[in-house]
């Protein structure tokens, strides 16, 4: 679903990304670690288009994002949905106007129907229908993260890219949005390309985690071979006490569940 080859993202004299190679696997969940300044949310901007990378290319469901013409290059991202990190609200529409904008720019919908489908994906993603008609200023800082998920499943893309989704949460929230992502995921067969730090969603949500690293991935595989690979960084993050608390945590839990 998504090729990127020989990227390359420089800015002025400080080169972020160098002959990068990375590939999501259809139906997949890929997430994407990395140090401080190796560039997790440069790539994701480079792949969903906000950043036009120096050199390499970037193919979406087949389509090269940087030579195709305009018309290609719309209906591709139509068919993608995006969350960005503190879920980026308008704050002067209201929740139900936020999920709906994406459809009353890209769609010929009437406004009944627009609000149909909108009231259905707060729905999808756990809100009830009294939060339609509040302003953004009076949610909770996970109800943003979930509103902003219905407004990146508007369009029902094909691919989720999420950037951060789980950033600013306490653990109960964020371990809930993880249930809701897996939830939503495998019911829509969504790809999903995650840009995340947290450890206890490396652990419970990815197929297989792409490490950034030298100005490029360094390795991308399954979560329990990816802790096992050795590099200091690697072995720091994810051997680390955080790290194996997260491992046992997540080990328990299917346990638990079997």
């Keep these: 679903m998504i090729e990127v080859t020989g990227l390359r993202n420089q800015f002025g004299s400080l080169v972020v990304h160098d002959n990068l190679d990375l590939q999501v696997r259809r139906g997949e969940i890929l997430a994407v670690v990395g140090g401080s300044g190796s560039g997790k ?31 290609a290059r719309q209906a591709v991202e139509q068919n993608i949905g995006v969350l960005f990190q503190k879920g980026a609200l308008y704050s002067s529409l209201d929740v139900i106007e936020n999920v709906m904008l994406p459809l009353r720019e890209h769609s010929d919908l009437d406004e009944r129907s627009i609000r149909d489908l909108a009231m259905s994906k707060l729905a999808l993603v756990g809100l009830r229908t009294d939060v339609a008609n509040t302003t953004v200023q009076s949610l909770s800082g996970g109800m943003i993260k979930r509103v902003a998920l219905a407004r990146a499943l508007i369009l029902e893309p094909q691919i989720l890219f999420l950037d951060e989704p789980t950033a600013g949460l306490d653990p109960v929230g964020a371990n809930a949005f993880d249930d809701l992502l897996l939830t939503i995921q495998r019911a829509l067969g969504l790809t999903v390309f995650l840009v995340t730090h947290d450890l206890d969603s490396l652990y419970k949500v990815s197929d297989r985690i792409a490490v950034l690293a030298e100005k490029r991935v360094l390795v991308v595989d399954t979560p329990e071979r990816v802790a096992n690979f050795d590099e200091p960084w690697i072995q720091s993050y994810f051997q680390g006490p955080r790290g194996r608390a997260a491992q046992v945590s997540q080990q328990q839990e299917k346990e638990h569940g079997n």
């Design 41 to 71: 949310s440069v790539l994701l901007r480079s792949i969903i288009g906000l950043h036009r990378p120096s050199a390499g290319s970037v193919r979406l469901n087949g389509i090269d994002m940087l030579s195709a013409d305009d018309s």
